[in-house]
């Protein structure tokens, strides 16, 4: 049964999304372990999940929920090759702060 | 005028090989030079293929009826809407072309034969290279003379033209042979221009460079109405440009006497007998074209007759025999484009067919001279070598030389130099009587230098110092070692051409109202002499035209007589200043110099009349300035500011920007928000900018839409 979806519980599925993607946000920037911060990275992805399923719910456009099969799919991807290159990393240097690895500077 | 027929005849292929023979030559010393061959192989392959192109030239001469096409291959073939260019690796053989191959093949083999023993001392060296230059040098001749149209005319041409490049710098580690051979090159390319731009305005005016079907347009009698354009009339002025240049005529001569550096038989065959012809043989063939300009020809006389006299001047003051050949030749060949321009084309071959004889043997007989006494070339350091052991036959196969060149009587360059000088008489135009007194008086100046030479080798008491090519040897204990079998064979048999070069006078004429024997039947077919509009007239193969007078007296007649005395008396100072009191030469000279009012003369004429330093003073200086200032201006300010500064640019600028690389994971991730925000806040702020976003996608839609509705109505 269909249940009533206003404007006011868009809003409220809206900060949620936004809650979750300014904290992966910060974490991002203030973490220096790279598990952590792909996590946070994560963090920011169902953020965005969150509001395309409520906008997709709102507007009865099921292309939102579409978009988020999509970025579960890239999500799952990317998480096994950037844990791959974790692992390679800390082969090489035997740490994980992000600020060690910076040889791709100019 | 006789219509010229053309006829394809398959019968005749195997003419191709006279092409083909030098080539393969040149293959076969090509596989010599890789497999290190070091023997005289080359020689022998060279001369066996020459011989051959030789007996095949006979073969088709003595089977010769009338002009016929020989299509080999199909070579440039363009075709569109309306026109086409078509030039095919075809043969066209009149007997212009078969008088021109007869003496260049025949010639060629002899001295391929010459030059075996003459340039043995290089077996192994650059014996290999020289003979290789000799075949391409034999094709390229081939390929001019016997190709059916301009373009392979001027394929021939250019390739004679490196031929000669290549053997005058033959002696690539002496300075001056790669200098003569720049500037044999470069000058020649003055001319080849000319050749390239005539060959362009003639297809762009008669639409085809096939021979035979521009003379059909030309005998068509509107054609001088239909195509009066100043383009028409430069077509004469082009080629005459080509022929002054590869035939080394004023203003562009300068190269040929520096050619000379070169091996001597190329000298001999390339610089005298051949190549240097090629220039009369392009305005004999392309005769009927001279008459689109009245003054074309009268130009071209005048041109040869000053050329003449000029060269010889000379030629009377060098010292060095070789170049004393080669200014003679200037004024031989001054003399074989009098004759075209005084409209005797039969004058002007004649020369042509008897200078290559006579002046092959002068040239290789000072080749002998050369090769025996180590590169001595002086003719202050030789002396009666008449009398020397084993150097009879160079000495009087020389006098026979001598004797043709100076025009004395019943010998064969009596009657080819009367032919040009009586016809000057013959011919109204522009001052030719004046022409033809002093082509006269040249020819006194040409018995004396000529003589000048034998008597002074040849005669008087017996003398010698050697030359500098010793080859390890010691100057005193110096001897000069004559020449051996093949030398004397080849010396013989061209001094035996060059007398019985006057026979062809005395033959029969074929056809009719023709006097002048074989080489004016040979010229009779070719376009040479049909074809001319409005020429035809005046020339002297119709005998009941207008004659003009020589004192009262037939020119033709008059002229025996008098090129007669001319030449005994330029032959009887040479025998006064060189063989009887040769110390009167120097005192003349010393007299001359002593007074100021006569001193240029010796000097200038030494100087060969300062004419390369004039050249180099009013072209070559300035054009080295001009190339000294683009130099400069390409250095730094195309390099320099262009292409150095716009590649700088982009350094600069990522110099300000790369601080923001430093590796650092998360300053990348708050740039690229810090953007995304800037983006935002803009778009919030500035709503003006969406406007303008939104109308640019859609009249980028409405643009798509358009073109899309264009592409739909195409059918």
Redesign the interface.
């Given at each position: 049964m269909m249940t009533e979806f206003g404007s006011s519980a868009l809003a409220g599925y809206l900060i949620i999304s936004g809650i979750l993607f300014v904290i992966g946000m910060i974490g991002f920037f203030v973490r220096r372990n790279l598990i952590v911060m792909f996590l946070c990275t994560e963090l920011m992805f169902q953020g965005a999940a969150i509001a395309f399923v409520a906008i997709g719910r709102y507007l009865f456009d099921y292309s939102g929920q579409v978009m988020v099969i999509f970025i579960l799919t890239v999500a799952a991807a990317e998480a096994a090759l950037a844990l791959a290159l974790v692992v390679l990393l800390h082969r090489q240097r035997n740490t994980l702060d992000a600020e060690v690895y910076t040889e791709l500077a100019e | 005028m006789p219509a010229v027929t053309v006829q394809q005849n398959v019968a005749i292929e195997w003419a191709g090989f006279i092409l083909w023979m030098p080539l393969i030559s040149l293959v076969l010393c090509g596989l010599c030079a890789a497999c290190k061959v070091r023997s005289k192989l080359p020689a022998l392959i060279t001369v066996v293929s020459l011989a051959t192109s030789f007996v095949l030239t006979a073969m088709l001469w003595q089977g010769y009826e009338a002009p016929v096409t020989i299509h080999l291959f199909d070579w440039i073939q363009v075709h569109w809407v309306d026109g086409s260019f078509i030039s095919n690796f075809a043969l066209y053989i009149d007997s212009l072309t078969l008088l021109w191959m007869l003496f260049v093949t025949g010639l060629g083999t002899l001295i391929a034969l010459y030059a075996s023993e003459y340039m043995e001392h290089d077996v192994g060296k650059g014996y290999t290279r020289f003979f290789a230059g000799v075949s391409v040098f034999l094709f390229a001749m081939g390929c001019l003379v016997m190709g059916d149209n301009l373009l392979m005319l001027y394929l021939g041409w250019e390739g004679v033209g490196f031929a000669s490049y290549w053997l005058i710098g033959y002696f690539y580690k002496k300075p001056s042979a790669v200098a003569a051979a720049k500037k044999a090159f470069i000058v020649n390319r003055i001319g080849d221009l000319g050749l390239a731009l005539a060959i362009y305005l003639i297809w762009s005016t008669f639409g085809t460079v096939q021979y035979t079907e521009i003379f059909a347009v030309l005998e068509d009698h509107s054609f001088a109405t239909t195509y009066d354009t100043w383009t028409v009339h430069a077509i004469p002025y082009l080629l005459m440009l080509a022929a002054f240049g590869k035939s080394a005529q004023l203003p562009l001569y300068v190269w040929l006497p520096d050619a000379m550096e070169g091996p001597t038989p190329v000298s001999a065959l390339i610089h005298a007998a051949t190549m240097v012809t090629a220039g009369v043989y392009l305005i004999a063939r392309t005769y009927p074209l001279f008459a689109l300009d009245a003054a074309a020809l009268p130009t071209v006389a005048w041109v040869g007759g000053l050329t003449a006299f000029f060269a010889a001047t000379i030629g009377m003051a060098q010292y060095d025999i070789k170049r004393i050949m080669a200014y003679s030749t200037v004024s031989q060949l001054g003399y074989m484009f009098l004759g075209l321009g005084v409209l005797t084309s039969y004058g002007a071959a004649y020369h042509v067919f008897t200078h290559a004889f006579f002046k092959a043997v002068l040239f290789l007989t000072c080749g002998a001279i050369m090769h025996g006494f180590a590169g001595q070339l002086d003719l202050r350091k030789i002396s009666g070598l008449r009398k020397m052991k084993g150097w009879k036959i160079v000495s009087y196969t020389m006098l026979v030389g001598c004797l043709c060149l100076a025009g004395f009587p019943l010998t064969s360059g009596y009657f080819s130099k009367d032919a040009i000088l009586a016809q000057a008489f013959v011919t109204q135009g522009p001052g030719f009587v004046a022409l033809g007194w002093l082509a006269i008086f040249t020819a006194g100046l040409t018995a004396y230098y000529t003589f000048r030479v034998w008597f002074r080798v040849c005669c008087g008491e017996e003398y010698f110092e050697a030359g500098d090519e010793l080859h390890g040897q010691d100057s005193s204990s110096f001897h000069p070692h004559a020449p051996r079998l093949a030398i004397n064979f080849v010396l013989i048999v061209i001094a035996v051409g060059a007398i019985l070069a006057a026979a062809p006078y005395f033959m029969a004429n074929e056809t009719e109202g023709i006097h002048g024997g074989w080489v004016a039947d040979m010229m009779h077919d070719s376009p040479a002499i049909s074809g001319v509009p409005g020429a035809v007239g005046v020339h002297s193969t119709d005998g009941h035209e207008i004659h003009g007078s020589i004192l009262g007296m037939d020119p033709h007649k008059a002229m025996y007589y008098i090129s007669a005395i001319v030449g005994m008396i330029g032959i009887g100072f040479a025998v006064y200043f060189h063989l009887l009191r040769r110390s009167a030469a120097d005192t003349l000279r010393n007299r001359l110099l002593a007074s100021r009012s006569t001193r240029w003369l010796p000097t200038a004429m030494e100087n060969k009349w300062y004419v390369d330093e004039i050249y180099i003073a009013t072209i070559r200086t300035p054009l080295w300035i001009i190339g000294k200032a683009f130099v400069l201006v390409d250095r730094y300010l195309v390099d320099g500011l262009v292409v150095n500064g716009t590649a700088s640019l982009p350094r600069v600028v990522a110099k300000w920007f790369?601080?923001?690389?430093?590796?650092?994971?998360?300053c990348y991730?708050?740039s690229m928000?810090g953007g995304a925000i800037l983006v935002a806040a803009l778009m919030f702020f500035m709503p003006e900018i969406v406007t303008y976003l939104q109308s640019l996608g859609e009249t980028g839609s409405a643009g798509l839409e358009q073109t899309a509705s264009i592409v739909g109505g195409l059918p």
């Open positions: - | 790369s601080p923001l690389h430093n590796g650092a994971i998360q991730a708050v928000i």
